[in-house]
């Protein structure tokens, strides 16, 4: 009935959608397989994209040619940068997303993908033999061969849904778990556990009244998440922002005897960075408001997302609680918040590539990782994708560094470091985050996007054409002069020393408060120079010349420690030899059993003297 594929891909989410697009793009016959094709790309949560981190993160899949920030700017209502009072390294751009017509621009994509195939139907089971994936079984026990398997499951293995004292299984509201595959996972030796993620209820937007909260509208002059030409947002729905109150923590209190989480019913952990509504309540007990982000699902329709709003109460006491919040006072319901328990993988568990360390050619990307947020998924799923095409047609593997991308930085702490709730990726934990901007994303990816098969000749030549600007305008600011006469009565204007004799642009630039926009009001040969230019490039040369001093010593930083990354540790080292390190130590790198001195090095729990040990026993 099936052919054998070169990777089949089990769920359709986020992760699911890239790892497909990248393995077929690059030109493996793809085997996408969905209990429900359409949920295809659901935004299970809410319905935006990028964020702090996360949108460096849709920039960095953008420039290694991946889907999310394309169909991001089709199906876009809002779009904001973050942070623009912070340096460049923390601005990060969120939009907001129309949820159908983001599902079903993901769909059409994929659809228009000549290597893609589809099935819907639950896979209860993984075919291995010999130690090596080679296909799957369904609930009707069709099996479907192939080469590679990227398992991207979400929440969906032994899913359980919490409401109050109700509880049902359901990987989503409305939609079965899928059972079979854990179980088999852990009889092959895998170690399993459970996280815990949820959503607030919707509310129907017609009952709201707009006119007691807080207005939040996006940029006056939106920007996008690609590289490419997608349309410009022209029009824009804003959100809003209203407060809870004591009177709304009163109520749900009432209902804290019949949460799930302090009675004891869920037992995975869920994430810190964004609580319940209750937890917040419950750890943040001197605070007598929190912030609640009103947002739109889409253009058309009338559902609303009550963002901070988080809760798996019953949902009498979650009515009863919304409508004491300013603007709720006659809210209807669509459907309750709940909570959702779910099985996931340690991420110990695998290689740099996504592979597992037990089973070659089974590949894990997304919330089976212990990650949450779209974001992250789909990263994961786009080199679970990019690495399961190069292994089974025998090529090198694609490792990013974390000083490469901020992709790099979370594959590789899921990887040393495991993660025993939720990981979300934030600017801080990126150590060279000056390096990894979201406005340089396609500069630093694109060409080895490029180089792998996996980026258009289009996007590349864009690039190209790019970095030639760049240098054009740099070379350009070093020898545009701007004479005292012209410099002072701008320097003097804003309290900015003057200079004594003619100096360049360039010179000019680095003072930390004097901006291009600023400086081309007084000097008209700076405004006819960047009127020759587009928008994207003026930003960058800006960035580069403010931060050149901090770039420099960032990329020296990476230079020395890419000494270590060069120095690999032979898969098959016996730890055991190194009996003066400790037992921990020991312990975690035969677990992990990293590649490289490295990697080795932030493994956590690993100290320095014990890479010491390392290092001469490997002769070095």
């Not at 623009?84 to 983001?102: I, L, N, T």
């Not at 695998?350 to 592979?355: D, I, P």
């Amino acid at each position: 009935m099936f052919p054998i594929y070169d990777v089949i891909v089990v769920g359709a989410g986020h992760a699911g959608c890239e790892a497909a697009a990248a393995a077929a793009q690059m030109g493996s016959k793809v085997m996408l397989i969905t209990m429900d094709m359409n949920k295809i790309a659901q935004m299970s949560c809410n319905p935006a994209m990028g964020g702090v981190a996360k949108g460096q993160i849709v920039r960095e899949v953008d420039a290694l040619g991946g889907m999310s920030g394309i169909i991001s700017d089709k199906t876009m209502i809002q779009f904001r940068m973050l942070n623009r009072s912070k340096g460049a390294a923390m601005w990060s751009p969120r939009c907001q997303s129309d949820r159908m017509r983001f599902a079903e621009e993901w769909r059409l994509a994929l659809e228009q993908m000549p290597n893609v195939d589809f099935w819907q139907e639950m896979v209860t089971g993984i075919v291995v033999k010999d130690g090596r994936a080679c296909g799957v079984r369904t609930a009707i026990g069709v099996e479907i061969n192939a080469k590679a398997v990227i398992l991207t499951n979400g929440t969906f293995m032994n899913g359980i849904i919490h409401i109050g004292e109700k509880q049902f299984g359901g990987g989503r509201m409305g939609e079965k778990a899928s059972k079979g595959i854990t179980e088999q996972l852990v009889s092959l030796g895998f170690e399993a556990g459970r996280m815990k993620t949820g959503t607030p209820p919707r509310i129907d937007g017609r009952s709201l009244n707009y006119e007691a909260m807080e207005e939040q509208p996006g940029d006056e002059n939106p920007s996008k998440f690609s590289f490419m030409d997608t349309p410009a947002l022209t029009k824009q729905r804003s959100c809003h922002i209203t407060y809870t109150n004591p009177a709304v923590h009163d109520i749900l209190q009432t209902g804290f005897e019949q949460s799930p989480m302090f009675t004891g019913r869920i037992q995975g952990l869920g994430p810190r960075y964004c609580p319940s509504i209750e937890d917040k309540i419950n750890r943040f007990a001197e605070r007598d408001r929190h912030q609640i982000f009103v947002e739109p699902e889409g253009w058309s329709t009338v559902e609303v997302y009550v963002n901070g709003f988080s809760t798996s109460l019953p949902e009498d006491v979650q009515y009863k609680a919304l409508r004491c919040i300013p603007g709720f006072e006659n809210a209807k319901m669509f459907r309750p918040g709940y909570a959702i328990e779910y099985d996931y993988f340690p991420p110990t568990q695998l290689k740099l590539t996504l592979e597992t360390q037990l089973i070659e050619n089974l590949y894990f990307a997304g919330q089976i990782n212990g990650t949450t947020g779209y974001e992250e998924a789909a990263c994961q799923g786009l080199m679970a994708g990019i690495n399961a095409h190069r292994k089974i047609h025998e090529e090198e593997p694609l490792v990013l560094k974390r000083s490469e991308a901020y992709i790099g930085v979370l594959i590789d702490d899921l990887v040393n470091k495991g993660t025993d709730e939720p990981y979300r990726m934030f600017t801080s934990r990126a150590e060279y985050r000056i390096l990894l901007r979201q406005d340089n994303a396609d500069l630093r990816l694109t060409e080895l996007a490029y180089a792998l098969g996996v980026a258009t000749e289009e996007r590349v030549t864009r690039v190209r054409e790019k970095k030639q600007q760049i240098a054009a305008l740099q070379q350009a600011f070093e020898t545009l002069k701007i004479r005292t006469e012209e410099a002072n009565p701008m320097l003097e204007a804003i309290g900015s020393s003057p200079i004594r004799e003619t100096t360049t642009c360039l010179h000019l630039l680095r003072r930390p408060n004097i901006d291009l926009a600023y400086m081309a009001q007084y000097f008209v040969p700076l405004r006819q120079l960047l009127e020759q230019y587009d928008g994207e490039v003026v930003d960058q040369v800006e960035v580069m010349t403010k931060y050149d001093s901090y770039i420099e010593k960032e990329q020296k930083m990476a230079e020395r420690m890419a000494e270590l990354e060069d120095l690999r540790i032979p898969q098959d080292f016996d730890y055991a030899l190194l009996q003066a390190i400790s037992i921990e130590s020991r312990e975690k790198l035969r677990k992990i059993r990293p590649e490289t001195i490295g990697q080795a090095a932030r493994i956590s729990g690993v100290r320095p003297s014990d890479i010491s040990i390392l290092m001469v026993y490997l002769g070095r």
